[in-house]
């Protein structure tokens, strides 16, 4: 019986050494994605086109460099510390990470097996509750869930796709009792009404997963990668909102009890600072 399961873990090990990554790049000492000092690793792929995507380039799902969990646990547990003595961890973000649920959901139990704190940056868009997606929130401690705007019409407008999917998985993950931190980006034309916020604060306010809503106000920074890419920036010209608007929307949230927080800009730049790949 032992010789069995012996037989059985080594074949797992071998599934998990061939099994790849597509890995846009690695962010160290990120700040702003999770609690504590983290690194942060973008992930390749994404069906959404939203309007005003930072990373555009994370778009081709076979783009990136692939690397299979070994190599990131590697650079991973190179900030061991830095991660206990902050009580950050890792994040993934994207891209959107949930197309490659297969891999993280190795990585994450990976770092569960060192005690590291994970968390999953993602806007939600699964077509099916796949078991590797079960498997990967199971593993998860944190999830930054991004709901662009709570109309479907509007969504599409700004994402060219339909928001059913985000929702239905926030309320999976309130069935779970998953903690939840909400990211509401404030764009003008599309998320600065005062319905949006109400809206917004209805569907939360009866989910005690969630620990608070993250208000990211709108900046062009990612404008110069859709140039260099040849794409077309719809959103040119467009001001970040007012202080007062955000201030607005704020009182909104909090009239349904939930925790809101107003972080500084960077919030909203998913820039990758640091790129960290074995040779």
């Keep these: 019986m032992a010789l069995e399961q012996h ?5 797992s090990k071998n ?6 990554g597509h890995i846009h790049s690695l962010e160290s000492f990120g700040t702003v994605d999770g609690p504590g000092i983290r690194l942060v690793i973008f992930m390749q792929g994404c069906l959404w086109r ?4 930072q ?5 081709d799902l076979h783009g990136g460099k692939q690397q299979t969990v ?3 646990m590697r650079i991973v547990l190179e900030y061991q510390a830095y991660f206990k003595f902050s009580g950050g961890g890792v994040t993934v973000s994207g891209g959107e990470p949930l197309l490659q649920a297969e891999f993280l959901k190795e990585l994450f139990k990976e770092c569960f097996r060192y005690g590291i704190h994970t968390c999953l940056d993602t806007n939600g868009y699964a077509a099916h509750l796949t078991e590797p997606i079960h498997e990967l929130i199971r593993y998860t ?8 705007q709570m109309e479907n019409q509007r969504h599409l407008q700004l994402t060219k796709m339909s928001n059913k999917p985000t929702l239905a998985f926030a309320e999976y993950l309130a069935e779970r009792g998953k903690p939840v931190w909400v990211r509401y980006v404030i764009v003008e034309g599309y998320t600065t009404d005062l319905e949006s916020a109400h809206a917004l604060g209805r569907f939360l306010s009866p989910m005690k997963n969630v620990e608070k809503v993250e208000l990211l106000p709108y900046h062009a920074l990612g404008e110069y990668k859709w140039a260099a890419l040849g794409e077309h920036y719809e959103l040119t010209g467009v ?3 007012a202080s007062e608007t955000v201030i607005e929307i704020a009182d909104v949230l909090e009239s349904y009890h939930l925790e809101v927080s107003q972080p500084s800009n960077d919030t909203f730049s998913k820039q990758t600072k640091t790129s960290g790949f074995l040779k």
């Design 70 to 72: 070994q190599d990131i």
């Design 50 to 53: 939203c309007k005003y995507c």
């Design 15 to 20: 599934a998990v050494s061939t099994l790849y």
């Design 55 to 59: 990373n555009p380039d994370t778009w």
């Design 7 to 11: 037989h059985s873990n080594q074949t």
């Design 141 to 148: 401690d944190l999830v930054l869930l991004d709901i662009k």
């Design 239 to 241: 001001k970040p909102p």
